[in-house]
């Protein structure tokens, strides 16, 4: 074996298409470019940007704000990146007196995704006493696992 006898794999290799070498090549004629129109015509750009007319997505997507673009903000400058942890699922997933830190949220299921704060919403009802471990909890959630008989401990990330 050496750099003398090294080829590519039988079949992964084709000749190019020769198109406009008559009827019986199959790219005859019009040589694969079809009938009239832009496409058709020499000199014609089928760029890889190109939509077929329709509002090209550079053009269809929001602007930066500022006065100049290296000034200006972000595409979603108000976007958190937290994952919803909501009561029902604690109230359906977890006993009465339960201590529910991120690793018993992960085993049950909830927050599971890595390095991305957890956040305690308040969709649901929640009638057990829990003490809760969280990043982030909304006002609403507190009051409920706090009327609960619960404890709510922010985690510092």
Same mark, same amino acid.
Do not use: C, W
């Given at each position: %074996?050496?750099?003398? $006898?090294? &080829?590519?794999?039988? +079949?992964?290799? &084709?000749?190019?298409?020769?198109? +406009? ?11 694969? @470019? ?6 058709? *015509?020499?000199?014609?750009?089928? *760029?890889? *940007?190109?939509?077929?007319?329709? %509002?090209?997505?550079? %053009?269809? %997507? ?6 100049? !673009?290296?000034?200006? !903000?972000?595409?979603?400058?108000? *976007? ?5 942890? $909501? /009561?029902?699922?604690?109230?359906? @997933? ?11 949220? &992960? ?13 305690? /919403? ?13 990043? &982030? ?21």
């Amino acid at each position: %074996m050496g750099l003398h $006898n090294l &080829k590519p794999a039988p +079949g992964s290799r &084709k000749p190019r298409k020769r198109v +406009g070498r008559g009827e019986g090549s199959g790219t005859g004629k019009t040589a694969g @470019r079809g009938q009239k129109g832009y496409g058709s *015509r020499s000199g014609a750009k089928d *760029r890889a *940007r190109f939509e077929g007319g329709q %509002m090209p997505i550079h %053009m269809r %997507m929001r602007k930066l704000r500022g006065p100049h !673009m290296k000034k200006s !903000m972000p595409f979603e400058p108000f *976007r958190t990146h937290t994952q919803a942890v $909501n /009561l029902k699922d604690l109230e359906s @997933r977890f006993d009465s007196g339960a201590e529910v830190t991120l690793e018993a949220l &992960k085993a049950a299921g909830l927050g599971t995704r890595k390095d991305i704060p957890v956040k305690i /919403l308040a969709k649901g009802e929640i009638s057990k006493p829990l003490t809760v471990h969280a990043h &982030k909890f909304s006002g609403t959630a507190r009051a409920a696992i706090e009327a609960a008989g619960g404890t709510v401990h922010v985690i510092d990330a």
